[in-house]
Every structure is written in structure tokens, then in C-alpha cells.
């Protein structure tokens, strides 16, 4: 007897792969992608899902389709992957200090000279040059 | 970033300047204009002195323990005084142009207002 592919559960682990490592290249440059993954939260639901019924049909008619050994570890390595990405995403990008000795409002900006990506000398009062108001963006960089 | 770019001329409009600042080097700065298109100005704190003095600094924050910046952002009014701060609890969540905007048009003032600048009783 020919045993069938179970593709849902390769399907569904690719899905699952592709939520993690479409994060970063593809919706952190959109705020609204950004800010709640809600569209790679999706693309979860969608690989777990497959994978459920992937693995109930190993499980259930082991007569017809295959995946009882593979599709255990890919659901183990998925539901690993989903809590890589919320402990990455919930938990280590609050991992920040709460910068309390940051200048209040109300309080005078501490003046600086920087250089700008030429090369040349910036300062805030520089900045501030004909009644210019600033906008300072503190951003951790791509070392 | 990006976002900013692509709202660049709201900011002109009300007169504010954007100012980007981390411990990157010029050169690495430079690259990432070129590549991404920004106009506005990308100032290089590599010793973090700057990032200190505005109580922003994650020590070992970086790659090799390097200390870097934490994302926050200050609206600073033409006389040098702190009228606006954002401080997130979360490096993916930023504040957006929009939010920035309404904030200036709150407390310093609209796009009107840059014409009336200097006049009596303004708010610049």
C-alpha cells in the first residue's frame, strides 16, 4: 500500500519559517506591520493550523499518510520558532533602561556639537538657526 | 526613518529641523543616507557623550557589549527648551511623524505660525 505526502505539514513548517524570518526584512519597515506583528501572528495561526491538520492526519489514518515522525519534530520545531519570535519581539526588545535621567520637558536642551555624515561640525544651536525648531532622533545604530 | 524621510516636507513646512543621532561613524552614516535616500542630518556620538548627556545611553546595548543608544525622541523649540519627549519601553515601537507633528502643532505651533514667527506674543 502506497502511503500519501503529507504536504500540509510541510506546508505548514515552511509557513511557520516564514513568519520568523519575514519579520525583519519585510514589516519592520512599516509602522503598522511593525509596531503589533499582527500580519507574521497571522502567517503563525495559518502554519499552525496546517500543521494540526497535518499531524492529525499522520496521526489518525497512519494508512494513508505519512508524517507521524516528521511532523512531530516540525511541530516541536515550530512551536520552538513561535516562542523565539515572542520572547524576541515581547520580552528582548523591552529589555532597555528607562532612561530616568533623560531632561524633562520644559527643561533646556543639552547643547552639542556632532559631526553629520559628511564629516562636518553640527550643533543644536546650529540646528536651531533661524527659528528652526529640532526634532532629536536617538536610534541604536547599525554598529 | 523612512517614515520621517517621506514626511520631510510637513517638518519644513513647520520649520523643524530632524537630527539623527547614534554612535555610528560618519562613513557608516553616510552609506545608510546613500542607500536608504535621507536628507536630513545623521550625526555620529561614537563615544556616546551626547546619547549620555540626554540620559538615553544602553550601556552594552550593542554588538560586543558596545554602548549605544536607546530609541527616543526630543522636540526641542527654537529657544533650545524640551517641549516634547518620547521615551519607548520597546525598540520596535517608535514614535511615527504624525504623532510628532500633532505634537508640534499642539504645543509650538502650526504650520501658520512659522509665517508669524517673531512677531509679538508668538510662541516661537
Redesign the interface.
Known amino acids: 500500500m502506497h502511503r500519501s505526502w503529507n504536504l500540509l505539514l510541510w506546508i505548514g513548517f515552511a509557513v511557520t519559517v516564514a513568519a520568523v524570518f519575514s519579520y525583519v526584512p519585510v514589516f519592520v519597515p512599516y509602522p503598522i506591520t511593525r509596531d503589533i506583528p499582527w500580519a507574521n501572528l497571522l502567517l503563525f495561526l495559518l502554519g499552525g493550523w496546517m500543521l494540526a491538520l497535518g499531524l492529525r492526519r499522520a496521526f489518525g489514518q497512519p494508512e494513508w499518510y505519512r508524517g507521524k515522525i516528521s511532523g512531530a519534530v516540525m511541530g516541536v520545531l515550530a512551536l520552538a520558532l513561535f516562542g523565539l519570535f515572542c520572547w524576541g519581539l515581547f520580552v528582548f526588545a523591552r529589555h532597555i533602561p528607562a532612561a530616568d535621567s533623560a531632561p524633562k520637558i520644559g527643561q533646556q536642551a543639552p547643547d552639542f556639537t556632532l559631526t553629520d555624515a559628511k564629516g562636518e561640525p553640527v550643533s543644536l544651536a546650529d540646528l536651531r538657526k533661524s527659528g528652526n525648531a529640532v526634532l532629536l532622533i536617538f536610534y541604536r545604530g547599525y554598529w | 526613518?523612512?517614515?520621517?524621510q517621506s514626511n520631510l516636507g510637513e517638518?519644513r513646512k513647520?520649520?523643524?529641523?530632524?537630527?539623527?543621532?547614534?554612535?555610528?561613524s560618519?562613513f557608516?552614516?553616510?552609506k545608510?543616507?546613500l542607500e536608504q535616500g535621507y536628507t536630513f542630518?545623521?550625526?555620529?556620538?561614537p563615544q556616546g557623550?551626547?546619547?549620555r548627556?540626554?540620559?538615553?545611553?544602553?550601556?552594552a546595548?550593542?554588538?560586543k557589549s558596545?554602548d549605544?543608544?536607546?530609541?527616543?525622541?526630543?522636540?526641542?523649540?527654537?529657544?533650545?527648551?524640551?517641549?516634547?519627549?518620547n521615551?519607548?519601553?520597546?525598540?520596535?515601537?517608535?514614535?511615527?511623524p504624525q504623532a510628532?507633528l500633532q505634537q508640534?502643532d499642539r504645543l509650538?505651533g502650526g504650520p501658520a505660525v512659522t509665517v508669524l514667527?517673531?512677531a509679538p506674543g508668538s510662541q516661537?
Open positions: 526613518m523612512r517614515s520621517f517638518f513647520r520649520g523643524v529641523r530632524i537630527a539623527a543621532i547614534s554612535v555610528d560618519n557608516e552614516s553616510s545608510l543616507c542630518d545623521f550625526l555620529s556620538d557623550e551626547v546619547i548627556s540626554y540620559g538615553v545611553l544602553h550601556p546595548g550593542g554588538e558596545r549605544i543608544a536607546r530609541p527616543a525622541e526630543f522636540l526641542v523649540d527654537s529657544r533650545g527648551v524640551i517641549r516634547w519627549v521615551l519607548t519601553d520597546n525598540i520596535r515601537v517608535r514614535a511615527r510628532v508640534f509650538i514667527r517673531g516661537l
